[in-house]
Nanobody, 111 residues
Framework: QVQLVESGGGLVQAGGSLRLSCAAS????????MGWYRQAPGKQREWVAG???????YYVDSVKGRFTITRDNAKTTVYLQMNSLKPEDTAVYYC?????WGQGTQVTVSS
């Protein structure tokens, strides 16, 4: 089984930065794509960014130019560098690979 554990969330002022990490363990395949999602209070979970097994990256329009998704050489950890954070980025952030979700990490951006 695959397990995903997120870390790096916290409270930051608008304009600040955070770096989220998602560590995968278990029967993870380096061929799998990985992605970040977020869910704000009262809203549906939305896809934020993804990275393919060969490193191609994808972003939702609202974070393009501000967020960067990367993965380590072993392809077992994925990162989300978040810059120029806005209050509307406040949400619980989840990573996902195949059908497995992490437990989420809270990101709160104060105005």
């Amino acid at each position: 089984q695959v397990q995903l554990v997120e870390s790096g969330g916290g409270l930051v002022q608008a304009g600040g930065s955070l770096r989220l990490s998602c560590a995968a363990s278990g029967s993870i395949s380096s061929d799998w794509a990985m992605g970040w999602y977020r869910q704000a209070p009262g809203k549906q979970r939305e896809w934020v960014a993804g990275i393919s097994s060969v490193g191609t990256t994808y972003y939702v329009d609202s974070v393009k130019g501000r967020f960067t998704i990367t993965r380590d050489n072993a392809k077992t950890t994925v990162y989300l560098q978040m810059n120029s954070l806005k209050p509307e980025d406040t949400a619980v952030y989840y990573c996902k690979s195949a059908n497995t979700w992490g437990q989420g990490t809270q990101v709160t951006v104060s105005s």
